[in-house]
């Protein structure tokens, strides 16, 4: 079974426009980790944030941002006044034991 | 030094020849993981050594042979690969193998197979 479901498979924004990406998760552990990876063409996985499941306080990093919904099992990211820079494939992850990808989600800024 | 580096950064080679990936870190991890990542996918896992002991195969073809010489360095020896095998093999690293320990991935080595 998919431990991680990431639906949106693409999204084409204009800048300075506002995404959010959506994960939702499953799990039988009540001790995981939820991470989101930032993949760009030139292909390394650049960690984003790690968030355990004892804490569900959202958290804010500049234009980024984190919502963690324990009752719903997601975990969504949102980039707040996208920028050209922000093109790029984002996987959101579930550490229970072994490191689970969801399928990638494609961002793509346009100028 | 906070890197997992691989190398080579691009590899072309033939179903008949051998080469071997390499991926090393410093950081004092003691877990590494070999990922393989086909174009537009997300990665799979392949191998993961736990103090310098293989502890997962999730089933990988014997042509992909891993080898984990110490603690900082982990390669992984391709032999006979096929067209299909070209992807991009990410090596990542963590203090250890539990999951309370984020992970480091390297950058990652392109290989072809012709």
């Known amino acids: 079974a998919q431990k991680v479901t990431q639906a949106q498979t693409e999204i084409s924004v204009v800048e300075k426009e506002d995404v959010t990406l959506d994960c939702v998760y499953e799990?039988?552990?009540?001790?995981?980790?939820l991470f989101w990876y930032k993949q760009p063409p030139s292909g390394e996985l650049v960690f984003l944030i790690r968030?355990?499941?004892?804490?569900?306080q959202n958290e804010i990093s500049g234009r980024y941002s984190w919502n963690f919904q324990k009752s719903t099992s997601s975990f969504n990211f949102t980039i707040t006044a996208s920028q050209v820079v922000d093109s790029a494939v984002y996987f959101c992850?579930?550490?229970?034991?072994?490191?689970?990808f969801g399928a990638g989600t494609t961002v793509t800024v346009r100028a | 030094d906070t890197e997992v580096t691989q190398t080579p950064k691009h590899l072309v080679m033939g179903m008949t020849n051998k080469k071997s990936l390499k991926c090393e870190q410093h950081?004092?991890?003691?877990?590494m993981y070999w990922y393989k990542q086909k174009a537009k996918k997300p990665p799979e896992l392949m191998f993961v050594?736990?103090?310098?002991?293989?502890?997962i195969n999730e089933s990988v073809p014997s042509r992909f042979s891993p080898e984990c010489p110490n603690s900082s360095l982990l390669n992984l020896h391709l032999h006979a690969l096929q067209p299909e095998d070209s992807a991009l093999y990410l090596c990542?690293?963590?203090?250890?193998?539990?999951?309370?320990?984020?992970?480091?991935f390297g950058s990652g080595t392109r290989l072809t197979v012709v």
């Open positions: 950081m004092g991890h003691r877990a």
């Open positions: 799990t039988r552990d009540t001790t995981y980790y």
């Open positions: 050594y736990s103090y310098e002991k293989l502890s």
């Open positions: 992850a579930l550490s229970d034991g072994e490191l689970s």
């Open positions: 968030r355990n499941s004892f804490d569900e």
């Open positions: 990542a690293s963590s203090q250890g193998p539990d999951i309370h320990y984020g992970y480091t």
